[in-house]
């Protein structure tokens, strides 16, 4: 239980912070007077407090001051105000966490300096259903008892992996970004479907359960792909006709060039 007695703060309560307390909340890990939110915006504040019974305030030192472990949820843009703001309170008993985008782990360190323990995080939106795929880094002063408190956050909001941080850019390109890509899969082949008649409605379900179910199979056989869409194509069969349209159609570099395009955007926008 790496966050037993832990007391977890947020510096922005936004779409990430709210599905991150979300999670932590509804698997236990936390109780609701164990996690503190700060936020500019005191409606929203309010929202937070009323929907999640936790303690909010229009101060991040508070929220700094009362945690053992810090998440970092602003927008990239205003994260290195934030950490000038805080980096008085920075002890290397707690651990910082952060998920702005872009924001590398020795410019969080530097802001905030002596040997304090930084982890860096890349979520998804899918984070706000509890299905996110993250990727966490630990910087130079954090050990497996941070990294092992990021992994138990981001894991109660979907999936989390530890990788070095040079990857995190090709994260942001696979996971990051990911979602979009599926979103546009699904709308082609619910577009599909309705120009042949099926009802929009049932073509959407049928779709995007179907990208659920394949992705369970992949997550519970463990199996590769390549060997789990060889069991569903029997020969001269319908899936055999429709994979070859997608072999006519470079589907597979289509989406290797997206992940490749994505991942060295983030290079340059972070470097
Ligand atoms: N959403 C994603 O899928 C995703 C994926 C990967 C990484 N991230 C990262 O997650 C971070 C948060 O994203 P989000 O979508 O949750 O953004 P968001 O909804 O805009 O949340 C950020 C919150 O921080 C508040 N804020 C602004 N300045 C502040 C300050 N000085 N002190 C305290 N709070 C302040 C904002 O208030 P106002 O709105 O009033 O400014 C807002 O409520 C970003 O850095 C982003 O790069 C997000």
Same mark, same amino acid.
């Given at each position: 239980?790496?966050?037993k007695?832990? $007391? @977890?703060g947020?510096?922005?309560?936004?779409? /990430?912070?709210?599905?991150?307390?979300?999670?932590?909340l +509804?698997?236990?890990?936390?109780a609701?007077?164990e996690?503190? @939110? %700060?936020?500019?915006?005191?409606?929203?504040?309010?929202v937070?407090?009323?929907?999640?019974?936790? #303690?909010?305030?229009?101060?991040?030192?508070?929220?700094?001051?009362?945690?053992? @472990?810090?998440i =970092?949820?602003?927008?990239?843009?205003?994260?290195?105000s934030?950490?000038?703001? @805080?980096?008085?309170?920075?002890?290397p008993?707690?651990t910082?966490?952060? =998920?702005?985008?872009?924001?590398?782990?020795?410019? =969080?360190?530097?802001c905030?300096?002596?040997?304090?323990p930084? =982890?860096?995080?890349?979520? #998804?939106?899918? *984070?706000?259903?509890?299905? &996110?795929? %993250?990727?966490?880094?630990?910087?130079?002063?954090?050990?497996?008892?941070?990294? $092992?408190?990021?992994?138990?956050i981001f894991?109660s909001?979907?999936?989390?992996?530890?990788?070095?941080e040079?990857?995190l850019? *090709?994260v942001?390109?696979?996971s990051?970004s990911?979602?979009?890509?599926m979103?546009?899969?699904?709308?082609?082949?619910?577009? &599909?479907?309705?120009r042949?008649?099926?009802?929009?409605?049932?073509a959407?379900?049928?779709?995007?359960?179907?990208?659920?179910?394949?992705a369970?199979?992949?997550?519970?056989?463990?199996?590769?792909?390549?060997?789990?869409?060889?069991?569903?194509?029997?020969?001269?069969?319908?899936?055999?006709?429709?994979?070859?349209?997608?072999e006519? &159609?470079?589907?597979?570099?289509?989406? /290797?060039?997206?992940?490749a395009?994505?991942t060295? +955007?983030?290079?340059? /926008?972070?470097?």
């Amino acid at each position: 239980m790496p966050l037993k007695g832990q $007391k @977890i703060g947020f510096l922005g309560g936004g779409a /990430m912070g709210e599905a991150l307390i979300t999670g932590l909340l +509804r698997t236990g890990l936390v109780a609701p007077s164990e996690v503190y @939110i %700060s936020d500019v915006d005191a409606q929203r504040l309010e929202v937070l407090r009323q929907k999640l019974s936790v #303690n909010t305030t229009a101060d991040n030192r508070a929220v700094v001051s009362a945690a053992d @472990i810090v998440i =970092i949820a602003v927008k990239p843009h205003v994260a290195a105000s934030v950490l000038k703001e @805080i980096a008085a309170l920075a002890r290397p008993e707690k651990t910082f966490i952060s =998920i702005a985008a872009g924001v590398t782990i020795s410019q =969080i360190e530097s802001c905030l300096e002596g040997p304090v323990p930084v =982890i860096r995080v890349m979520p #998804n939106t899918p *984070c706000l259903v509890g299905e &996110g795929a %993250s990727a966490v880094s630990a910087g130079k002063h954090a050990g497996e008892k941070s990294m $092992k408190e990021a992994l138990a956050i981001f894991n109660s909001a979907g999936a989390a992996v530890e990788v070095p941080e040079s990857l995190l850019d *090709c994260v942001t390109g696979l996971s990051g970004s990911g979602p979009a890509y599926m979103y546009v899969v699904l709308e082609s082949l619910i577009d &599909g479907a309705v120009r042949l008649g099926l009802p929009g409605d049932i073509a959407r379900k049928l779709a995007a359960q179907t990208m659920l179910g394949a992705a369970k199979m992949v997550l519970e056989t463990t199996d590769h792909p390549a060997k789990l869409k060889n069991m569903v194509t029997t020969p001269g069969g319908t899936t055999a006709a429709g994979l070859f349209a997608l072999e006519e &159609g470079a589907l597979r570099s289509v989406l /290797m060039k997206a992940v490749a395009d994505a991942t060295r +955007r983030s290079r340059e /926008m972070s470097g």
